[in-house]
């Protein structure tokens, strides 16, 4: 699986697809992440990874994490490149997927590595060489040129947008395709951090084909830190409004039951409270919808509320554990087997060397035994190692998890979305939440939630700031 919003689109036929999978005994695995955080489920995995990694009581690192910081340090030895994890390949470069020798059974070993796309290619050079290096061009600019060009763009049949511009110029970005790879950037274990600090990157230069030079690169980073002052993308994901912008399925999140419109960010200048309203009200004037503002605290305080109430409770926490499990066992089944595949070749080897032992006692030549019996030691040695290395990582496996872990997650909700930043707090929300409507005239508000079976809440909200609950 390399691209999860596709397949996760729609949550609903997530859900089930998955579940019709491993009925079927097939698992489903995000390459470029562990956690699927498009799900109640990953939201957990998430929280409770992190609350792990803030006591200090979770040393467990996951076995695809650590193979994949491996991977990517280790060099094809025949282009010379660098082997990439899952995933698509960024704008620009086609992943290519090359045989490698053979595993102990005789699969063949298949890694990844980042080939040139030309047309692409062409692109980016165009981008970053042309119109940023050299005609310094703004990313609106930048978008204009590239669409009136007609160019390829990373999402397919779709124009540029500012957001693709930006995100192309983001330094990592920019080196990357200067042949540069960076590795282990995310942060999984700071709650409120997405990525670590720079620094802590693990960087590999000639990772694969540059599409531009590393003095190109910098100037195109040293064009962007010049602008640096002015940048005001990117702000709207910043912003502590939450409940603007889209659902999970891409449509609109706070609607007005009146007008249809969606619900705007509004502060008003003479009162210290924020609000949000209906968005005709707000730019059109009290002539195209009615004029009633709704506190931002109190309906984001609501949210939180009644998502404690509906999926906080023991049943939902159950049924939340005992698909993490499912998921959790599968990690722990995967070692016990190894370790059993382990002991068994020690075994056999052991017996090997007591054979060979009891042949020379027979008369079986000496110095042709001596040999063997090397190789033979060799190979204990080297097994003994890699059991005992999978003991320590099995003894800080994932502990599974109990209704209460969760329930007490819930108790804690606040405190947790408190510290996290704007950014994750509204991906957490649309993970519970998939609608919110507010009728004007009645002041009621509605919240349509992801809980199974469909759950609806509603409020009524009073001006003076007197609330009253159904
Ligand atoms: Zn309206």
Known sequence: MDD????????????ETKAELRRAGVRVVIVSNPYDTTTIQGVWMEAVDEARAQTGSMETSFATFRGMEENAMKTDPET??????????????KAIRVVRGQD?????????????????????????V????????????????LNEAGMLSPTPGRPWSISTVCDMMREDRVLQCAGVYFWSKEDHR??????????????????????????????????????????RWGQSERSDWLLTG???FGDDFFVCLACGARMSNYHPTRRNRRCYLCGSARYRGKDACVHKPVDKNWVEAFLLERIKETFGTREAAEKIVKNLNEALS??????????????????????????????????????????????????KADLEKKLNELEVESRSEPRLLTPDDILLM?????????????????????????????????????????????STTTAVWFSGGARDET
């Not at 010379?80 to 470069?93: D, E, I, L, S, V």
């Not at 994750?424 to 508000?445: G, I, N, Y």
């Open 330 to 379: 599968d990690e722990i089944a995967i070692w016990a087997k190894a370790k059993e595949q382990l002991m068994k070749t020690l075994q056999y080897n052991q017996l090997k060397i007591s054979n060979l032992v009891r042949a020379v006692s027979e008369g079986f030549d000496v110095a042709t035994a001596k040999e063997e019996l090397v190789r033979l030691q060799d190979e």
């Open 104 to 128: 102990k059974r005789g699969r063949d070993l298949i890694k990844t590595l980042w080939d040139i796309d030309p047309e692409e290619a062409e692109v980016v050079r165009f981008l970053y």
């Open 4 to 15: 999860p919003l596709r397949f996760f689109r729609d949550r609903y036929l997530a859900v």
């Open 246 to 248: 889209k659902n999970i």
């Open 410 to 454: 819930y108790q804690r909700l606040e405190d947790a979305f408190t510290n996290q930043p704007n950014k994750d707090k509204k991906k957490m929300l649309r993970c519970f939440v998939r609608r919110l409507e507010f009728d004007p005239k009645s002041d009621t508000l509605t919240v349509y939630l992801f809980a199974e079976p469909a």
């Open 80 to 93: 010379g490149w660098c082997y990439k994890n899952g995933g698509r390949a960024p704008f620009g470069y």
């Open 130 to 145: 042309e119109c940023r290096a050299e005609r310094r061009l703004s990313y609106k600019a930048t978008r204009e040129v």
């Open 190 to 231: 700071t709650s409120g951090r997405r990525f670590k600090p720079k620094d802590e990157w693990i960087r590999v230069d000639n990772a694969h084909p540059a599409i531009i030079t590393m003095e190109e690169a910098k100037n195109v980073i040293a064009v962007k830190q010049a602008r640096k002052t002015n940048q």
